[in-house]
């Protein structure tokens, strides 16, 4: 007797699946693919943002990024923020991190202190240094007042030497405390037989350091760098509130100035186009990321 087939149950859990998705779905599609694709047609235009007269110029807006100097300053300004604020805030967190793993009492109160300021937006965090650095009342002045350095004191937001150094502290100390947290499950993760054995063999710390914990964290670097660069390009809030691009262009970065081309001097169409510039940008530079790091981690 030939035994009769069973047709296969379908797993009703699939369709259920289906339907928890497609709001996602259709809310990714509305917010995010529609207006990529909407916005590689509108920098293509001299669009005001506001009228109906929407006037194709072709390629017009992206030669004049070519050649405009204030977007020159702009990018430049990005990418030194960008190179100074990825080293410093994953130096910075991972020595916090190494601090806070050998800490035995009140360990989570050091944690929640370093990173209490990452729960603040970036809009208050900038009033909150605008105060400390204020030329008059601020307190960074007045400390310097009472140790007897006055000579010292600026109008550090005003200066065109100070004022993008202020900015890149300030973002240092809000967004420090994220890495911190990602670096510190990485040493937790290192098993600890290693490093006794290290240890054993007569290693001292900074040779644990350099062969077993450092190569061993290349995963968690990997993570840092790449969100630290991202963040970094991406950066706004700090500048809208501490200097506002200013004094004269000197802090303005491409995200600020297609605020304020966009929405300052209506010109969303140029606008636009410095945003499509700036996607690009931030693609290219993760990529490049993604395989060196990659490859350093295989490495290691």
Same mark, same amino acid.
């Given at each position: 007797?030939?035994?009769?087939?069973?047709?296969?149950?379908?797993?009703?859990?699939?369709?259920?699946?289906?339907?928890?998705?497609?709001?996602?779905?259709?809310?990714? &599609?509305?917010?995010?693919?529609?207006?990529?694709?909407?916005?590689?047609?509108?920098?293509?235009?001299?669009?005001?943002?506001?009228?109906?007269?929407?006037?194709?110029?072709?390629?017009?807006?992206?030669?004049?990024?070519?050649?405009?100097?204030?977007?020159?300053?702009?990018?430049?300004?990005?990418?030194?923020?960008?190179v100074v604020l990825?080293?410093?805030?994953?130096?910075?967190?991972?020595?916090?991190?190494?601090?806070?793993?050998?800490?035995?009492?009140?360990?989570?109160?050091?944690?929640?202190?370093?990173?209490?300021?990452?729960?603040?937006?970036?809009?208050?965090? *900038?009033?909150?240094?605008?105060?400390?650095?204020?030329?008059?009342? *601020?307190?960074?002045?007045?400390?310097?007042?009472?140790?007897?350095?006055?000579?010292?004191?600026?109008?550090?937001?005003?200066?065109?030497?100070?004022?993008?150094?202020?900015?890149?502290?300030?973002?240092?100390?809000?967004?420090?405390?994220?890495?911190?947290?990602?670096?510190?499950?990485?040493?937790?993760? =290192?098993?600890?037989?290693?490093?006794?054995?290290?240890? =054993?063999?007569?290693?001292?710390?900074?040779?644990?350091?350099?062969?077993?914990?450092?190569?061993?964290?290349?995963?968690?670097? &990997?993570?840092?760098? =790449?969100?630290?660069?991202?963040?970094?390009?991406?950066?706004?809030?700090?500048?809208?509130?501490?200097?506002?691009? *200013?004094?004269?262009?000197?802090?303005?970065?491409?995200?600020?100035?297609?605020?304020?081309?966009?929405?300052?001097?209506?010109?969303?169409?140029?606008?636009?186009?410095?945003?499509?510039?700036?996607?690009?940008?931030?693609?290219?530079?993760?990529?490049?990321q993604i395989r060196?790091?990659?490859?350093?981690?295989?490495?290691?």
């Amino acid at each position: 007797m030939h035994e009769t087939l069973k047709p296969k149950r379908k797993q009703p859990w699939k369709h259920y699946a289906l339907w928890f998705i497609l709001p996602s779905f259709v809310f990714y &599609t509305a917010f995010v693919i529609l207006p990529t694709v909407s916005s590689s047609y509108y920098s293509l235009t001299s669009w005001d943002g506001i009228s109906s007269n929407i006037r194709f110029i072709g390629l017009e807006n992206y030669r004049e990024i070519w050649a405009s100097s204030r977007v020159h300053n702009a990018l430049y300004n990005t990418l030194l923020l960008a190179v100074v604020l990825v080293i410093l805030e994953n130096i910075v967190a991972l020595a916090l991190a190494l601090i806070v793993d050998q800490v035995r009492w009140f360990s989570k109160l050091f944690r929640s202190i370093f990173y209490l300021p990452v729960l603040m937006s970036g809009i208050v965090m *900038g009033f909150i240094w605008v105060i400390l650095l204020n030329y008059n009342f *601020g307190v960074v002045n007045q400390l310097l007042d009472l140790i007897g350095l006055s000579a010292w004191k600026r109008d550090w937001l005003g200066d065109p030497d100070f004022a993008m150094i202020s900015i890149i502290l300030a973002t240092v100390w809000k967004s420090v405390g994220y890495y911190m947290v990602i670096y510190l499950a990485g040493l937790q993760g =290192i098993p600890k037989e290693l490093l006794e054995a290290a240890s =054993i063999d007569g290693a001292g710390r900074w040779q644990r350091f350099r062969n077993v914990t450092f190569p061993l964290l290349a995963g968690a670097i &990997t993570v840092c760098v =790449i969100l630290s660069m991202i963040s970094a390009l991406k950066i706004f809030d700090q500048i809208a509130v501490m200097t506002d691009g *200013g004094p004269g262009f000197e802090t303005e970065t491409l995200t600020y100035i297609i605020y304020k081309v966009a929405f300052g001097e209506l010109r969303q169409g140029f606008g636009t186009a410095l945003g499509i510039v700036l996607f690009l940008i931030i693609l290219i530079v993760s990529v490049i990321q993604i395989r060196v790091l990659r490859r350093r981690e295989v490495e290691m």
